[in-house]
Nanobody, 122 residues
Framework: QVQLVESGGGLVQAGGSLRLSCAAS????????MGWFRQAPGKERERVAV???????YYADSVKGRFTISRDTTKNTVYLQMNSLKPEDTAVYYC????????????????WGQGTQVTVSS
């Protein structure tokens, strides 16, 4: 059974940093795309940052220059380093993975984690 388990969320002041981790189990995703999505109350889930098996990346315009996605294939884990956090970054952050090599989207994701809350206070 495939599981994605996120960790690292929490409460931080504006301008602060957090590092999210997503550990996959049940299979390896070294040849697949993984990524981070978020959903704020009353809003649709949006793609934040994703990485392909060849380390191509996508970032939402709202996080470019502040967030960095990376992966450790030896640990089957993907990370999201979030710097210069803003109150508008407050959301539940979800890890996702796809069975394909293409950059994962909300529609193409095959596996989802349970989510981790990130709250940025002003």
């Amino acid at each position: 059974q495939v599981q994605l388990v996120e960790s690292g969320g929490g409460l931080v002041q504006a301008g602060g940093s957090l590092r999210l981790s997503c550990a996959a189990s049940g299979r390896t995703f070294n040849r697949n795309s993984m990524g981070w999505f978020r959903q704020a109350p009353g809003k649709e889930r949006e793609r934040v940052a994703v990485i392909s098996w060849s380390s191509n990346t996508y970032y939402a315009d709202s996080v470019k220059g502040r967030f960095t996605i990376s992966r450790d294939t030896t640990k089957n884990t993907v990370y999201l380093q979030m710097n210069s956090l803003k109150p508008e970054d407050t959301a539940v952050y979800y890890c996702a993975a796809a069975n394909t090599a293409a950059l994962v989207t909300t529609k193409s994701a095959d596996y989802w984690g349970q989510g981790t809350q990130v709250t940025v206070s002003s």
